[in-house]
């Protein structure tokens, strides 16, 4: 069965950073796509990074462009994302997803995933 578990939320204030953790496991070893997705109550799951097959291609939302990166350790089966300068508008339920249908587009819509965790709450204050 496929899981993915993710860690490293919590409560800063403003500027803070944090890194948050998906550990995946389950998975046959070659992943065609990873993705970081957020949703704030009242609001629908939103897209905030995806990262192709091989880790070369990568894609942000605007809203997070030059502040937050995706990143991988293919060894621990673990994705990141280093989220730095955090902002109050950036409180959400993390979520990390996987697709494994091949594809070789680094993709950005909900749908086009197949697994995802249970999530973690970023809460950032100003």
């Known amino acids: 069965q496929v899981s993915l578990v993710e860690s490293g939320g919590g409560m800063v204030q403003a500027g803070a950073s944090l890194r948050l953790s998906c550990v995946a496991s389950?998975?046959?070893?070659?992943?065609?796509?990873m993705g970081w997705f957020r949703q704030a109550p009242g609001k629908e799951r939103e897209f905030i990074a995806c990262?192709?097959?091989?880790?070369?291609?990568?894609s942000y939302a605007d809203s997070v462009k030059g502040r937050f990166t995706i990143s991988r350790d293919h060894a621990k089966n673990t994705l990141y994302l280093q989220m730095n300068n955090l902002k109050p508008e950036d409180t959400a339920v993390y979520y990390c997803a996987m697709r494994l249908m091949y594809g070789s587009m680094c993709y950005r819509a909900i749908a086009e995933y197949d697994y995802w965790g249970q999530g973690t709450q970023v809460t950032v204050s100003s």
């Open positions: 990262m192709n097959w091989n880790g070369a291609t990568t």
């Open positions: 389950g998975h046959p070893s070659n992943v065609p796509g």
